[in-house]
C-alpha cells in the first residue's frame, strides 16, 4: 500500500545562511523505501499552512494513505511564524485549518510541546460520535521541549516501522519504536488514536 508523506515545514531559525531543515532526512527515507512519496512545502503562516493542508485533501490516484508531517519550532499552543517571532499560528487555528481540509489518515507533529493529549484529544474528539469532522485516524507528536535532531532520528525510526507495517499502522509502529529506540518513550514521542469506547488512547500507555 502506498503513502505520501506531506511535509511542512517552517524555518527553524531567523538566519539566512542556516540550512536545517528536515527534508534531506526525509528524501533520504523515500530512497531508502520506494513505497513512501514525499511532498515538501514551506510555511510561515496560517493562510499557507492552510493552502496545503486544503490541496492535500485533494483525490489523486496512486496517493494511497496520506500523512502530514509538521515540522516547525512551537510551544503547547502556538507553532511557526514568521523569523520575527510574529503571525504564529495557534492551536485553535490549527485545528480548524485541519478540519476544513479532512481525509487525512495521520497527523504528525514534529514540533516541541504541540504534540500532547490536551492537542491530541481536541483533534479527534475521543469523548464525542465519530464524526466527518474529525480530520485523521491518529495524531503522532512530542510532549516536551526537545533536541531537534533526537526528535529526528525519532521521527525517521517511527517512520522505517510504518513502511515496514503492510498496513501502515501508526499503533504498531510506535510501539515496535519504543522497542527499537527505547529513547523515544523518554523523549515524550506518542501516539494518540481513538480507542474502543469513545475514548483517547495514548501508545504511551499501552499494556
Known amino acids: 500500500m502506498p503513502l505520501t508523506l506531506l511535509v511542512l515545514e517552517n524555518p527553524w531559525t531567523n538566519e539566512v545562511y542556516d540550512r536545517l531543515s528536515v527534508l534531506p532526512f526525509v528524501e533520504g527515507l523515500a530512497r531508502y523505501n520506494s513505497s513512501i512519496r514525499v511532498i515538501s512545502k514551506p510555511f ?14 485533494h483525490p489523486k490516484r496512486g496517493v494511497g494513505q496520506r500523512i502530514v508531517y509538521i515540522a516547525a519550532d512551537a510551544t503547547s499552543g502556538r507553532l511557526g511564524g514568521l523569523p520575527d517571532g ?38 479527534l474528539r475521543p469523548d464525542r460520535r465519530r464524526a466527518p469532522s474529525i480530520p485523521c485516524r491518529w495524531v503522532a507528536g512530542y510532549d516536551q521541549s526537545i533536541d531537534w535532531f533526537d526528535s529526528m532520528l525519532v521521527d525517521l525510526v517511527f517512520w522505517r516501522q ?20 527505547p529513547q523515544s518513550l523518554k523523549l515524550g514521542f506518542k501516539v494518540f488514536r481513538n480507542g474502543p469506547g469513545g475514548y483517547l488512547q495514548a501508545s504511551n500507555e499501552a499494556g
Not at 510561515?44 to 493552502?51: H, P, R, S, T, V
Not at 510504518?162 to 529506540?181: F, G, I, N, S
Open 44 to 57: 510561515y503562516q496560517m493562510d499557507e499552512l492552510g493552502y496545503w493542508l486544503a490541496n492535500f485533501h
Open 86 to 123: 510574529t503571525r504564529e499560528v495557534n492551536f485553535q487555528s490549527f485545528h480548524r485549518l485541519l478540519r476544513r481540509a479532512g481525509r487525512i489518515d495521520g497527523v504528525h507533529l514534529g514540533c516541541c510541546d504541540f504534540g500532547n493529549r490536551e492537542n491530541a484529544a481536541r483533534i
Open 162 to 181: 510504518l513502511l515496514r507495517d503492510p498496513r501502515h499502522d501508526a499503533w504498531k509502529a510506535c510501539l515496535r519504536t519504543y522497542k527499537q529506540h
